[in-house]
């Protein structure tokens, strides 16, 4: 079955600093790849995806991109701001999505 | 438009009792699934189903019981609780390969 990895799994920066999160992935019938955050007492939400044949996607602040020959993608947050605080989960997806253990970003205004 | 309705919200139940954990979802997906979510593991897939009368068996299964009869409904049962199923479960529905939505959560204790 899939297998994700996702580091690091706690990431303290300053508002206004940018924060990188970077998963890798095993299951090469993967081609669905969305990232989730989860604030305190709710469910994830999505909060951007890609499919496999995207390298790059950029909503706002939030980017991700993907490289699906090294089986990695990560997502990048600019101009970080206290309310982005929350944990920050990728997945990989070929029918069901496997999650990576999640990374709890924090940042100190 | 409701999304992936769980009840209940908070549980407590004693070592040996079972107990079904409801999901219903109102977008017609295809797929549904249970994770179970425990400090520092993340989102672990405990059963899933790719359609009425579907259904399969994801990383974590032991101890759980899934049917789906419809569309709508993917209650998860626990056959004889354990406090090694004290966690917070969340149930997720999704179209293939597209955005899953999760309820809200129940908040499980064994005692």
């Known amino acids: 079955g899939e297998n994700v990895e996702q580091h690091p799994s706690t990431l303290s920066v300053q508002e206004g600093d940018s924060a990188v999160i970077k998963c890798t992935y095993s299951d090469s019938a993967s081609n669905y790849f969305p990232w989730y955050k989860q604030e305190l007492g709710k469910g994830p939400q999505l909060i951007i995806d890609i499919r496999s044949n995207v390298g790059e996607k950029k909503d706002q602040r939030i980017a991700v991109t993907l490289n699906k020959t090294a089986k990695h993608f990560s997502l990048h947050i600019t101009e970080t701001q206290p309310e982005d605080s929350a944990v920050y989960f990728c997945?990989?997806?070929?029918?069901?999505?496997?999650f990576g253990r999640g990374t709890s970003l924090i940042v100190h205004p | 438009n409701a999304g992936v309705t769980q009840t209940p919200k908070f549980q407590v139940l004693k070592t040996g009792q079972s107990m079904t954990l409801q999901c219903a979802q109102d977008?017609?997906?295809?797929?549904m699934s249970w994770y179970r979510q425990d400090p520092g593991m993340g989102l672990r897939l405990i059963h899933y189903s790719v359609g009425a009368g579907i259904t399969d068996q994801g990383e974590v299964p032991n101890g759980y019981n899934v049917s789906r009869s419809t569309t709508e409904d993917f209650p998860l049962r626990l056959l004889s609780a354990a406090p090694s199923q004290t966690s917070v479960y969340f149930c997720?529905?999704?179209?293939?390969?597209?955005?899953?939505?999760f309820g809200q959560g129940t908040r499980l204790t064994v005692v």
């Open positions: 977008m017609n997906h295809e797929y």
């Open positions: 997945a990989a997806t070929s029918y069901i999505p496997t």
């Open positions: 997720a529905s999704s179209p293939r390969q597209g955005e899953a939505f």
